[in-house]
């Protein structure tokens, strides 16, 4: 929530589909414009092209979120257009499927799951940090229930998102004399892609489509920013508590 | 536990069509049943303050009823939008139903510009697995609309509208229930002498209720879906609970929405302070820590009041207690009598 006048302006990762898609959407009916990107180009432009058929102002720009060169571009397009209100660290590496024991876990796979959910989440922030700060804006980091829980199998993905958990909290700590706030949010488990691609050939159907997290990223992106930063939501939970 | 499995009554009970001044009586004249684990006593609410103890704390929800009911038209016509929820500013979770009597869905798409009391909003969202209801973006500023064109929203059981100070309770402080916490409307400024006199002492918190879940139960866990409300638990009540349990005295709820700010506010068994939005299901085999008993109407059956109700008391107790009700004539619904259910098997007073 932000005061003033002028366009609100949100950059979404991995927004071609499932989870990133559905907060594209609330962003765009909630009035921001939009900086999507995803890997593939397609799915992105049909998501783009659907919003931007529901009136909202969306720049789609492909690529691969642990790319710097992706970052540099992106990153002078917000600058040009201004003040960033908002910057969901959405693109995730789920690693190698099906999911292998840590054991067994091939370690440049490793070493991919590491870029793509912790250092971009951070580099982003880097790149982004000063049109976050002048508008006193909100990094939402996009983490999992395997961050806290130890599943077999999801010592990878888990143990990254674990790390992105508390660069948010720190984050949060550091960037508060700058205005800019901080959250991490667990989803819960979706049917998504990337959740059937860590239960392949298993039926996922039991789980929720992502849009049972509508009314969660609604009630997030209207607190004070201050009131939620450095808070790790459960977006499934039935409990959203305010930090302070 | 479906709702279903709690259909108590061998005859349909009687439901307050009418407030009860408009019945006669003074808000805090109505009947009231209380219920211990081995007995039914029939009392009035005016002896509430024998049936407690000194030492006794009551928690109260202190949310005051907006008028939130609002004319509206879209591109079907006209049709009435009871709003529920505000999750921030402009943006309210909504329920467009056709007229007072008549639920929707209506077909309103997202992105579809409905005008709500001459102003313009947006459908900008669909509630996950609730058709009937969606999220509305307001241009014009909601408080101004609610003063000026809202009415409290009524249900098809009323024979009269009530005006909106009927729905505000004693303790009402804080604007944003779109229904009425109603445990709280029987009490009086004599009632609420007598029982500080008594040695009873109050503390507050806070639960915005919405619209009426209407689903039924999931398949798989039986629970409903429950809507996220805004709750408040301030420290200052984390505190009067404490001193209660630490002298012996016992913590009754005034209105399940009170027992559900309370469990919300639990974190393995211990209360601390917090605020936020709950979608909280209370239900057996849960217990919740911090209430002993709980003040509350007598509700429909099947409602998630009931499960609740029954993870208080135990579901055998409530089903004895409904039964004797409504063979006994007291009334349902926000205007009707009362329920006080008490730990333990001490006849009461």
Redo the contacts between chains.
């Keep these: 929530?932000t005061a003033g006048g002028g366009p609100r302006r949100a950059v979404v990762t991995g927004a071609s589909r499932g989870l990133g898609a559905v907060i594209a959407?609330?962003l765009a009916?909630?009035?921001y414009e939009l900086l999507l990107t995803a890997r593939g180009a397609g799915p992105l432009e049909a998501v783009a092209a659907e919003l931007r058929g529901?009136?909202a102002t969306v720049t789609a720009v492909a690529g691969d979120v642990a790319d710097p060169g992706l970052r540099a571009r992106v990153g002078e397009t917000v600058r040009q257009a201004g003040p960033l209100h908002v910057l969901v660290n959405n693109a995730s590496e789920l690693g190698p499927s099906p999911l292998p024991p840590l054991a067994q876990y091939p370690l440049p796979e490793l070493d991919r799951v590491y870029r793509v959910n912790v250092f971009a989440p951070l580099a982003w922030v880097q790149e982004l940090l000063e049109p976050l700060a002048s508008a006193n804006g909100l990094v939402v980091n996009v983490s999992s229930d395997a961050a806290v829980v130890g599943y077999p199998g999801w010592g990878g993905y888990g143990s990254s998102k674990a790390a992105l958990d508390l660069l948010s909290k720190t984050l949060a700590n550091e960037l508060a004399p700058r205005g800019v706030s901080v959250v991490s949010v667990d989803p819960g488990d979706l049917r998504t892609a990337m959740h059937q691609a860590a239960f392949p050939g298993e039926d996922i159907s039991d789980r929720?489509?992502p849009?049972?997290?509508?009314?969660f990223w609604?009630?997030l992106?209207?607190?004070e920013h201050g009131a939620v930063s450095g808070g790790r939501f459960r977006a499934q939970a039935?409990?959203?508590?305010?930090v302070r | 536990m479906t709702g279903s499995a709690l259909q108590p009554y061998s005859r349909p009970p009687l439901e307050a069509d009418r407030t009860p001044e408009a019945r006669g009586l003074a808000r805090d004249e109505v009947r009231l049943l209380v219920s211990t684990a081995t007995e039914e006593v029939d009392r009035s609410f005016l002896d509430l303050p024998d049936l407690l103890r000194p030492g006794d704390l009551l928690v109260v929800n202190e949310s005051a009823t907006l008028p939130a009911s609002l004319p509206a038209s879209g591109p079907d016509g006209p049709f009435v939008l009871n709003l529920s929820t505000e999750?921030?500013?402009g943006?309210w979770?909504a329920e467009p139903r056709w007229s007072e009597s008549r639920p929707g869905p209506l077909p309103l798409p997202?992105?579809t510009p409905v005008e709500v009391a001459g102003t313009r909003a947006?459908v900008?969202?669909r509630?996950?697995?609730i058709p009937r209801l969606a999220?509305l973006?307001f241009e014009a500023e909601v408080e101004r609309l609610l003063a000026d064109h809202g009415r409290p929203i009524r249900y098809g059981y009323l024979r009269e509208e009530p005006p909106l100070a009927a729905y505000q309770t004693a303790f009402a402080r804080v604007p944003g229930s779109v229904e009425m916490p109603s445990a709280g409307r029987p009490f009086s400024p004599r009632v609420l002498a007598r029982l500080e006199a008594r040695g009873v002492s109050l503390a507050r918190v806070v639960l915005h209720c919405g619209v009426s879940s209407l689903e039924e139960g999931d398949d798989v866990t039986g629970a409903p879906p429950?809507l996220?409300e805004p709750y408040a638990v301030p420290s200052e009540t984390v505190e009067a609970v404490a001193r209660a349990r630490r002298t012996g005295g016992r913590v009754v709820a005034v209105g399940t929405t009170v027992v559900r700010a309370l469990a919300?506010a639990e974190d393995g068994g211990a209360l601390r302070a917090?605020?936020?939005?709950?979608?909280?299901?209370v239900a057996p085999p849960a217990t919740i820590g911090s209430v002993d008993g709980l003040l509350t109407g007598f509700h429909a059956a099947r409602t998630t009041h009931l499960a609740l109700l029954s993870a208080v008391a135990g579901e055998a107790r409530i089903r004895r207690a409904y039964r004797r009700a409504a063979e006994a004539g007291y009334l349902w619904h926000e205007f009707g009598d009362v329920h006080l259910i008490l730990p333990g098997t001490a006849p009461p007073g």
Aim: hydrophobic share 35%; charged share 25%.
């Design positions: 929530m959407r609330v009916d909630d009035g529901r009136g929720p489509l849009s049972v997290t509508v009314p609604q009630w992106l209207h607190q039935d409990r959203w508590e305010v | 999750f921030g500013p943006l979770l997202d992105g947006t900008v969202a509630y996950p697995g999220f973006r429950v996220p919300t917090s605020r936020g939005f709950t979608r909280r299901y």
